[in-house]
């Protein structure tokens, strides 16, 4: 018969293996949550700034004429 012992340190070292490896998948998710949030970001400064550039260009253009020939 196997030594409960043995069984149960087995058992304890399955947990830790287990518990580092889900230590170390939060670590890489908590990374890309944070590049992803850098992302959002970025495309977010990118989006109003060429909000503004063709509002500009809009202001730009000659009004349209409500009255044809």
Do not use: F, W, Y
């Amino acid at each position: 018969m196997d030594d409960p012992l043995a069984s149960l340190e087995r058992k304890v070292e399955q947990i830790i293996a287990l518990c580092e490896s889900l230590r170390a998948e939060n670590r890489s998710l908590r990374e890309r949550i944070t590049a992803l949030e850098d992302e959002k970001r970025n495309l977010a400064e990118r989006m109003t700034a060429a909000r503004t550039r063709l509002e500009n260009l809009l202001d730009k253009l000659p009004a349209e004429e409500t009255h044809h020939g």
